[in-house]
């Protein structure tokens, strides 16, 4: 079932009766052997979570296929966010939110649940990882993907431990980040529900940034607004903004939240009448190899959403 913020904003954007014929997608449920074996052949995820003073971020997660295992209600990661990431020593006992991603098949699927264990490792993935207990998990259509392959096979954990630099606002290069970004992932949260997360793509420059903040135009999709109706009861949110050119990573813990418009009174781009405004609390940049990009993969459809 929706929560009251999914409702609020269905309702506000005039689609609660599109929404309805998708709730059944958000019951509580684990991982049927299908979407298991679909986790198993992943490389990378990106997870939501909060730190151990309760900052919300976003982290990457990647190793060779099989680092995602997960079938009923049980999630096992075998590898943990890297040394000096924001979330290396995050609490088990939270909610968290997962989103595995396959840019080259445009697929991707989200697992919310509860972090119940944890133990660190090193980055060979010697003892490393993650166990969540499953409380839902979906499926996402392929819009705004966009295709591409990562360039070598991901080893656990992926980061450069004692590469993150910790600030307290953005700085040009990190706008220039921003602004040359066609991916990021979103990290949300709801007071009874928990964390989610979402990636959000477009083309190169959706993503603006400036006077130490940024927004981006919220793009047609599913009609569910899972992440749009966590703003609506939770300010808390957090980005993870992954430059594959280079494989450094920007990842911003702050509040957003949804701002209403005229459609088609604003960017070109902006034609649902919605846009999301970020303010950026705390910064980390980082490096990330196995986030670096082969080659875009053409999609024989044109599609880049």
Partial sequence: MFHEGELSVQERAGVRFE???????????????????????????????????????????????????????TLRVAAVPAPGDPLHDLPAGQRVGLIAIDFATRRRMRVNGVLSGTLSGTLTGAGGGLTVDVA???????????????ASAPTPGGAVPGTFTVAEALTADGE???????????????????????????????????DGGLWWPDYPGNNMFNSLGNLATD????????????????????????EWTEPGTGAPDE???????????????GEHPALVAAADVPDPRGVRR
């Fill in 271 to 285: 034609v649902t009448g919605r846009r999301v405004r970020f303010h950026p609390a705390a910064v980390v940049t």
């Fill in 176 to 210: 220039a980040t921003i602004r040359g970004a066609d991916t990021f992932f979103l990290g949300t949260t709801h007071p009874d529900r928990g964390a989610d997360a979402s990636h959000r793509g477009g083309p190169r420059g959706f993503l603006r940034a400036g």
């Fill in 235 to 258: 300010p808390s949110a957090a980005l993870l903004v992954p430059d594959f050119a280079t494989g450094r990573t920007l990842q911003l813990s702050g509040t957003a939240a949804v």
């Fill in 136 to 150: 839902e998990a979906f499926g996402n259509c392929p819009q705004y993907i966009h295709p591409r392959r990562l």
């Fill in 19 to 73: 929404a309805a014929r998708l709730s059944g997608m958000l019951a509580p449920g684990g991982l049927s052997r299908g979407a298991g074996g679909w986790l198993a052949e992943r490389t990378l995820a990106a997870l939501t979570g909060r730190d151990r003073d309760g900052r919300l971020w976003v982290s990457a997660l990647t190793g060779p296929p099989g680092f995602l295992a997960g079938l009923g209600q």
